[in-house]
């Protein structure tokens, strides 16, 4: 066996697809310490400044002292804690939805939601850019599923008006994690009814940063539609830790019998909930954070455009600089490290082949001289 582990690393390391993990000394923050050296961080998903946050700390630490650190079991045994309720409560709130329920983490919710809702006798119709979780989520259904191009409508359509399936499924990311782009919900919305289908999106990199309250793609868009699941995770801009589906009362209690990620579980220790539910507060309490995020996404997106450099189309906090192969992009992202700029380099099977680019994402908290410094450095490297 170890021969065979062995050879399959070589072949990884041959490719420059093998990977290696970075030590991060320190809480997350604009900047983090890598070796001892003081580096401005541009690949956090914790976009509003949140996983480190005082009043975030101190309510995990009050559930710590009130509910102790684990929930000790599964929720449907007896891991079911008030910070759990008091978090689901707070997310149907802040996400005017019918029915909430917490999953572990945004893989275990699409794996969990979309096993629980689909079957051998669903259609899926997935974009081709969605993320590692749903298009494993997808296999474990053991539906029929169809993949359309990155956010093209047209072909969308085309396979719902083939489709012969009562059980009509599309899936997309709200926000595409590797792009920063955002799925084209205007369009594909009149689309359920037309087709009697059912969305889910996937709001990872969107719950806590696109609409003027953070609420996901739909409040961006401005659509209301009573029947549309929603993904949200809990560990990006809340600073936290988990994921949740919202949806209707009756999907909800499906997944509570059905979807087997929630079900053999052990629950979320009581604190991460308790930082969560905190975290939901400040964005609603603070609504500079989503306004100082959108400021210094356009600083850097320009900054990158008057630099030369191709961000793909971002328009989110997710600001991709295209290179193309998969060794010029982390020489790029060793060479930023060097110069004290933290991006991370990002290549297949995680994006297509020949598309590998670093990943910059920006913060909230990240000042314009971090900025500035960073763009200064991403000069340097690309443009000598
Ligand atoms: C990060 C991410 C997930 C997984 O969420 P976790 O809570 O980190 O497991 C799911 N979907 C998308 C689009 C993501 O970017």
Redesign the pocket.
């Known amino acids: 066996m170890n021969s065979h582990i062995i050879e399959e690393l070589s072949k990884l390391t041959a490719s420059g697809l093998r990977r290696t993990l970075k030590l991060v000394e320190g809480p997350q923050g604009t900047s983090v310490r890598i070796d001892g050296q003081e580096v401005i961080l541009l690949c956090s ?1 914790d976009y509003l400044g949140l996983a480190n946050h005082p009043a975030v700390k101190e309510a995990a630490i009050k559930a710590i002292e009130e509910y102790g650190f684990g929930a000790g079991a599964s929720r449907l045994v007896s891991g079911n804690m008030e910070p759990h309720i008091i978090l689901e409560e707070r997310i149907k709130l802040f996400k005017r939805a019918e029915a909430v329920l917490l999953f572990n ?4 919710a ?1 794996l969990g939601c979309i096993s629980a809702i689909a079957d051998r006798h669903t259609d899926i119709f997935s974009d081709k850019l969605n ?1 590692a ?2 298009v494993d989520a997808c296999i474990l259904s053991r539906a029929n599923v169809k993949r359309y191009p990155n956010r093209d409508i047209e072909s969308l359509e085309g396979m719902l008006k083939a489709s012969k399936s009562r059980k009509k499924l599309i899936i997309t ?1 709200g926000v595409f ?1 590797m792009d920063g782009t955002i799925a084209p919900l205007p369009q594909i919305v009149p689309l359920l009814d037309r087709y009697g289908a059912t969305l889910i999106i ?1 709001d ?2 969107a719950t806590g940063v696109l609409g003027k309250g953070g609420r996901g793609t739909l409040e961006h868009f401005g659509i209301k539609h009573p029947s549309v699941i929603q993904m949200g ?1 809990l ?2 801009a809340l600073g936290s830790f ?2 949740f589906i919202a949806g209707s009362a009756e999907l909800i209690d499906l997944l509570i019998s059905k979807a087997r990620p929630f079900i053999f579980t052990t629950a979320l220790p009581p604190s991460v909930c308790a930082a969560a539910t905190k975290a939901i507060d400040l964005v609603e309490e603070n609504p500079y954070l989503i306004k100082n995020l959108s400021d210094n996404i356009s600083f850097m997106r320009e900054g990158l455009k008057d630099a030369g450099l191709d961000t793909m189309g971002s328009l989110t906090q997710i600001i991709p600089i295209f290179v193309g192969k998969a060794e010029k992009t982390m020489e790029a992202s060793k060479k930023l490290l060097e110069r004290g700029v933290f991006i991370q380099g990002i290549r297949p099977p995680t994006v297509p082949e020949d598309t590998s680019r670093l990943r910059l994402t920006v913060m909230a908290t990240h000042s314009k001289a971090d900025l500035t410094q960073a763009l200064n450095s991403i000069k340097e490297v690309f443009n000598g």
Do not use: P, V
């Not at 983490?105 to 275990?108: E, R, T």
């Open positions: 998903n983490s945004g893989y275990n699409n993320h979780s749903i990311d994690s996937d990872a990199h995770t560990g990006k988990g994921a």
